[in-house]
């Protein structure tokens, strides 16, 4: 598991990167014991030289993120994990997983900082890549996170528009008002109004 430390480290948060929402360090800890298959992944990232990530690594990394976010599901993907999570009425929007996309930026983030920079700081004048290719942009003088590849959702998925009608959507409705269909986070379950 030593071995494995450093890419745990950093993709749990550390300086350089960023945390996943209310889960820190001590439930990062107790997911990877929960789940000991995760090791392997952690070591081999901690050595990783490529921004390229492989499926299968990617797979199990979003295993243990759904995980993270819920303990006892049985979902092997951050996608259905989302929409499961999202749908619950307590839920809040930063209690669910990060999307695919914003979990292999935050990948390449974690290998760069594990591997390249912790893994040849004993090295006296290492030959590190550049940052850019590891899920940093330049912004003047300045590098920062490049979180995704997507667009943000509020404007690109109007899925997420609910109403709180109980039996018809009509009037003040903010599906009828959109002209969209109702789904599984309206009140109505989706059942009353169709466009």
């Known amino acids: 598991m030593a071995n494995g ?44 030289t490529s921004p390229e990530l492989p499926d299968n690594v990617m797979d199990k990394l979003e295993r243990y993120i759904v995980l993270l976010c819920s303990r006892t599901s049985d979902n092997e993907s951050v996608y259905s994990t989302r929409l499961s999570l999202f749908c619950q009425i307590s839920r809040l929007i930063d209690n669910i997983p990060p999307t695919r996309a914003v979990l292999e930026e935050h990948t390449r983030l974690s290998i760069y900082q594990a591997g390249l920079i912790w893994g ?66 309206c009140k109505c379950r989706g059942t009353c109004y169709v466009v």
Request: contains cysteine; hydrophobic residues 35%.
């Open 120 to 185: 040849h700081c004993l090295e006296k004048c290492p030959d590190v890549a550049t940052a850019s290719d590891w899920g940093w942009k330049v912004d003047g003088s300045k590098f920062k996170p490049k979180w995704t590849v997507l667009p943000v959702a509020e404007k690109a998925c109007l899925e997420l528009i609910s109403c709180k009608c109980m039996k018809s959507c009509r009037g003040n409705c903010k599906c009828y008002r959109a002209n969209s269909v109702c789904t599984a986070l």
């Open 5 to 48: 430390l450093p890419f745990f480290h950093a993709l749990s948060g550390c300086d350089t990167t960023s945390q996943f929402a209310n889960h820190g360090k001590k439930s990062a800890w107790a997911t990877s014991l929960a789940w000991p298959e995760i090791t392997e992944t952690f070591i081999a990232l901690s050595k990783q």
